[in-house]
């Protein structure tokens, strides 16, 4: 949790400065939820992200330097450079990427479930992150209506931040617990405090365990709130910040360290040098990033296909003063 | 004019054990309708008391005053709301001097939080929860029906209500404290999680306000051992531990969905405030079946205290307003 805080207070230092392109959506206030969660997933298990990916990349163990060469659009970023924010994506590490589309994850992690109930794999599960936002789009319901038919090894966690972009939550949807919508599937649904990683730690790990035992797909929904606005730049004129002060009073690592040190688990010490860990080892991966190449431009046509088709190669051949590198996919 | 407040809690019934046990979901539609059918309810009396709803998120106390039938006059009541127990709590203060009788809407927990700040009024419960021990899973109509013939006094409130006890937690040196309506459990988990105690196995043991082998959780596996009416004096305490183990064990009703055997280390009972010490290395302690205080090293001393909720019975009461003579009326004859 320290570790993705860390990493999205200097996003939202280095997008202020004009150092990072396109947009950002911070994670902060909502680590809980995606570190609870990956925390009860195994290595080998698939999570889908959303728009507001940094945090459940940096939960399921990705390079904090390659994700923050990606934020810089360095050639050495998880998607050479070219995705950014929104779609850091590693297959090999079990992340079917972040996405820019809002509700294309669970259609992802009911197609990755698919796939591991047609091979067969029976202790391998997909997990879907979306936002309230999301549960109003149809390929959710789509995507959640087909994993519960057939029972797939799935678990749709939505990250309930309170606001689908500038809209709250109670004025986008008629239920008032999203996980009522489960009901709808024939699947249980559960609501579950997203403010306290403990709590959704043990809900994705009651679902995984539901779901390798074949006893199909779990719609949890975990209560949390952004502290940040939905993008950075948003004016958040439709929240007091008030609010944003008294739910900063149940902050998810401030409470979670509070218990951790009145247990005897962990001391201010400890706490401090974790914390100078974290602070290093974001620098240098920001350090990294700085110093790390920007793809060339002829780049621009590699990475599309999988073969590339001879009309583009035609055009890299005559757009680009060498050729381009001509239909070789990274 | 009569007077009845209503507190639907829109959060109860949703917790973990939808997962983990055979709970099942009570959905704000199924709790606006029920609300709807304890005002109707009311209308039983000639001239039905008059209402006021707890407010909340989910459209229960709007519903409620739309859908009010003719005659009965229901307001929504105007405190400050948090979207947590303390609006249960908050609203059941205000009725502490406004209402004849409460209607509760909701399980232990709602219960519970209602009885720690309601006094004296006459509490009505109307299960909606999970780990349901205290509420009755009775009709809407009915519990409003029962409510009426208490709130105009057309029934002896004292002979159709029984008195409730509580069980107390205090974690010794710290002063913080719980109080459960039914029970107080301890528990070898470290971190109150989902709140709900969802595997029998962590249950260390704990104190009761009652138990019937008909209940849930440790009520249940107290009353297997000896059954303990809502209203009789003290309470009792039960430690367990490992089944294979135990000299003896009971097939207790553990969690909605779930029996399983308990092991039987100790059970006693207890008077009003003699308390059983609970040494807890790591754990939590919970009320009413949900998990809430962390504690390392901590010594806890669990009692059976007095002066609980005053509980309606919803079948005695409508049988005194039989006898009463308020259920049946008769023509008027020519002689009349």
């Known amino acids: 949790m320290l570790l993705i805080r860390e990493s999205e207070e200097n996003t939202k230092n280095h997008f202020a400065d004009g150092n990072i392109p396109g947009f950002v959506h911070l994670y902060i206030g909502e680590e809980a939820v995606g570190v609870g969660a990956c925390a009860a997933l195994d290595p080998d298990d698939w999570i889908a992200s959303t728009h507001r990916g940094h945090g459940h990349c940096i939960a399921k163990g990705l390079d904090p330097e390659l994700m923050w060469a990606e934020l810089f659009g360095k050639r050495d970023g998880y998607c050479n450079g070219k995705g950014g924010s929104m779609h850091i994506a590693d297959v090999e590490a079990g992340m079917l990427g972040a996405n820019g589309i809002v509700g294309a994850g669970p259609g992802l992690a009911t197609g990755a479930a698919l796939t591991l109930d047609y091979k067969g794999i029976d202790d391998q599960v997909a997990l879907s992150f979306f936002g309230d936002g999301a549960v109003a789009q149809g390929q959710v319901h789509e995507a959640v209506n087909l994993a519960a038919t057939w029972d797939l090894p799935a678990i749709f966690l939505v990250e309930n931040n309170q606001y689908g972009e500038g809209t709250p939550v109670d004025k986008q949807h008629n239920v008032e617990n999203l996980s009522d919508t489960a009901g709808a599937y024939d699947i249980p649904g559960v609501t579950v405090d997203g403010m306290d990683i403990t709590a959704v730690n043990e809900a994705v790990a009651e679902a995984r365990e539901r779901a390798v035992n074949g006893e199909g797909p779990t719609f949890i929904e975990a209560d949390t709130y952004r502290y940040r606005g939905h993008y950075e730049g948003d004016e958040q004129v439709y929240r007091d910040q008030k609010e944003v002060e008294r739910m900063r009073e149940r902050d998810p690592i401030e409470s979670f360290r509070n218990r951790l040190i009145d247990r005897g688990e962990l001391t201010e010490e400890e706490f401090e040098t974790i914390q100078t860990e974290v602070e290093e080892e974001i620098a240098d991966a920001v350090a990294y990033a700085q110093k790390a190449d920007a793809p060339a431009p002829e780049e621009a046509y590699e990475d599309m296909f999988a073969e590339t088709p001879p009309e583009i190669q035609q055009f890299a051949t005559q757009a680009m003063p060498d050729g381009g590198h001509g239909g070789e996919s990274r | ?336």
């Open chain 2, 1 to 336: 004019m009569a007077r009845v407040g209503l507190v639907a809690n829109p959060a109860a019934g949703r917790d973990i054990r939808r997962l983990t046990g055979g709970a099942s979901v009570v959905d704000n539609r199924a709790k606006r309708r029920v609300a709807e059918c304890v005002v109707n309810g009311l209308t039983a009396v000639d001239d039905p008391p008059a209402v006021a709803v707890m407010p909340d998120k989910a459209g229960i106390a709007r519903h409620t005053r739309e859908e009010a039938p003719p005659g009965v006059d229901v307001e929504i009541l105007d405190i400050d709301r948090e979207n947590s127990a303390a609006d249960s709590r908050r609203a059941a203060a205000r009725f502490r001097e406004w209402a004849d009788v409460v209607v509760v809407l909701g399980g232990d927990g709602t219960t519970r939080d209602v009885a720690l700040e309601v006094g004296d009024v006459p509490l009505v419960g109307v299960s909606t929860g999970t780990n349901n021990v205290v509420p009755a899973p009775v009709d809407g109509t009915v519990a409003g029906a029962c409510a009426a013939v208490v709130a105009t006094a057309l029934v002896d409130a004292d002979a159709v209500t029984r008195r409730h006890g509580l069980v107390e937690a205090t974690v010794q040196g710290d002063g913080t404290s719980l109080t459960g309506l039914a029970a107080i459990e301890v528990t070898d988990t470290s971190f109150v999680g989902t709140r709900a105690v969802v595997d029998p196995s962590d249950l260390v043991g704990g104190v009761v306000s009652r138990g019937h082998p008909a209940e849930i959780g440790l009520p249940a596996v107290a009353g297997c051992l000896g059954p303990l009416a809502p209203d009789d004096p003290g309470g009792a305490m039960v430690r367990l531990s490992d089944p294979d183990a135990a000299d003896r064990t009971v097939r207790g009703l553990v969690a909605p969905g779930l029996t399983t055997e308990v092991g039987i280390a100790a059970h006693r009972r207890l008077d009003w405030d003699e308390p059983a010490v609970f040494e807890v290395a790591d754990g939590v302690i919970g009320a009413d079946g949900e998990r809430a205080v962390e504690l390392v090293d901590a010594t806890v001393e669990v009692a059976p205290v007095a002066d609980g909720p005053r509980l309606v019975d919803p079948r005695s009461a409508l049988d005194a307003a039989g006898e009463a003579g308020v259920l049946v009326r008769d023509a008027p004859t020519l002689d009349d």
